[in-house]
């Protein structure tokens, strides 16, 4: 499995909307083919980030209250957060170069 | 210099792959996402032969990749940005590099079309969905329109019966154009409510979906449908935004015109899988492509 860190509803609080540092949160689920294809990038983008943007994966099966404050229905969805607010909102699987562009405007 | 360039690794790509790397070509296949295609958001292929029990398109598509590099072959996480095709020269452009082959593949693929009408864009995201598998979960008990009457639309609706409490399936027509099979299936499902002769007009909703409103074709009557959900499966369009500027033929919806070899109107240019212009687009259909053009592109190879 990946090595992204996985937030739950418990901490979410605590690492996306709290974190000095802008987030990216991958909302995905076992169930879902195409959050397969954008896995592999994310965990990609995890590491070419790493000490700049917080990137973490949210599994919406297991958590329910999250994806519903943010009117999750379509996944993948990826969510970027900055200073605790929503700044940019990714619906379905994007080649890594759409979202770097999104990663640089974080930064 | 590559012998082969394949675009696009779905089932198609990946088969053209697996030949042509057991022709000990030396091929690289690029995919701007990760391995898979459409068939990704399939929740479960029971009509590809081989597998009596069916598997996930998830699956299916792994074990072709697998499969595939088992012989060697190159798969690149690449989104080519350019192509310059000419029966001479074949020029790949990526966003960081040109790359030259003898032959290229075109196994792009095609996406889901949209419906086209007010709403649709604003909510997407938010209720208006293309893949099933994906956001059916989240329909829990809900009500959700389907769009379309095909092999998709019916398979879909009867896989969100699962969720949802109710499942309207909304077809313009008074019968329907999927397989026999799935239409006795669609029939019998009890939480499935058939809307015949309507197309839908507008969706309705802000923050979310709140309703469809539809035509009816024969009477030009306007209802309103309250559904949460509506999924949108109405076929699909070419992933053919490369090859605009190229002197390719394309049948009048914009798909690939080959030959039986699958070779297009440029010599040693390939196409294969859902781009081609074909009467059936089935990964069955997409792999028996991707071998014939593996092996049309050898023999190009070795003419040249």
Redesign the interface.
């Known amino acids: 499995m990946s090595d992204v860190l996985q937030v739950t509803d418990a901490d979410f609080e605590q690492e996306v909307i709290k974190s000095e540092m802008p987030v990216m949160v991958d909302f995905w ?1 076992e ?11 994310v965990e990609e983008l995890a590491k070419e980030y790493e000490g700049k943007v917080k990137i973490a994966k949210m599994d ?2 297991s958590n329910r209250e999250i994806p519903t404050r943010f ?7 990826l969510i970027l957060f900055k200073n605790g607010e929503v700044s940019q ?1 990714i ?7 759409h979202l770097e562009e999104e990663l640089k405007k974080l930064l | 210099m590559e012998d082969l360039i394949i675009i696009g690794a779905g089932p198609a790509g990946l088969t053209a792959g697996l030949y042509a790397s057991r022709a000990r070509l030396r091929t690289v296949l690029l995919e701007k996402l990760a391995p898979g295609g459409q068939i990704l958001t399939t929740d479960f292929v029971e009509n590809y032969p081989g597998f009596p029990e069916g598997l996930s398109g998830f699956e299916l598509v792994d074990r072709m990749k697998r499969q595939a590099e088992n012989f060697g072959l190159k798969i690149a996480g690449k989104e080519v940005v350019r192509l310059e095709l000419t029966p001479e020269k074949k020029r790949v452009f990526t966003d960081k590099e040109a790359m030259e082959t003898k032959a290229l593949i075109l196994t792009t693929g095609a996406s889901p079309r949209k419906l086209g009408i007010e709403g649709e864009g604003l909510l997407t995201g938010k209720g208006v969905s293309y893949c099933a598998t994906c956001d059916g979960p989240f329909y829990r008990d809900q009500e959700v329109a389907v769009i379309g009457g095909g092999d998709t639309a019916v398979e879909e609706a009867i896989f969100l019966t699962k969720f949802a409490g109710r499942v309207h399936l909304v077809h313009r027509r008074d019968e329907l154009r999927a397989t026999k099979l799935l239409q006795e299936r669609v029939k019998a499902a009890e939480k499935v409510n058939l809307v015949w002769d309507s197309v839908p007009t507008r969706i309705l909703g802000q923050a979310g979906v709140e309703a469809l409103e539809l035509k009816n074709v024969k009477t030009n009557e306007i209802s309103t449908l309250p559904v949460e959900g509506v999924f949108v499966f109405i076929g699909y369009n070419p992933s053919n935004d490369l090859l605009a500027d190229l002197s390719l033929d394309f049948d009048d919806l914009g798909f690939v015109k080959t030959d039986d070899n699958m070779e297009t109107s440029i010599p040693g240019v390939f196409a294969a899988g859902d781009i081609r212009s074909k009467l059936l687009r089935q990964v069955s259909t997409a792999v028996g492509d991707g071998a014939t053009a593996a092996f049309a592109a050898e023999r190009f190879i070795e003419g040249h």
Do not use: E, F, L, Q
């Not at chain 1, 169930?31 to 990038?41: H, Q, R």
């Not at chain 1, 009117?71 to 969805?77: A, F, H, L, Q």
């Not at chain 1, 619906?91 to 170069?97: E, I, L, Q, R």
């Open positions: 689920a169930w879902c083919g195409p959050c397969k294809v954008v896995g592999p990038t919406v099966d009117g999750i229905r379509n996944i993948p969805t909102t619906v379905g699987a994007h080649p890594k170069s």
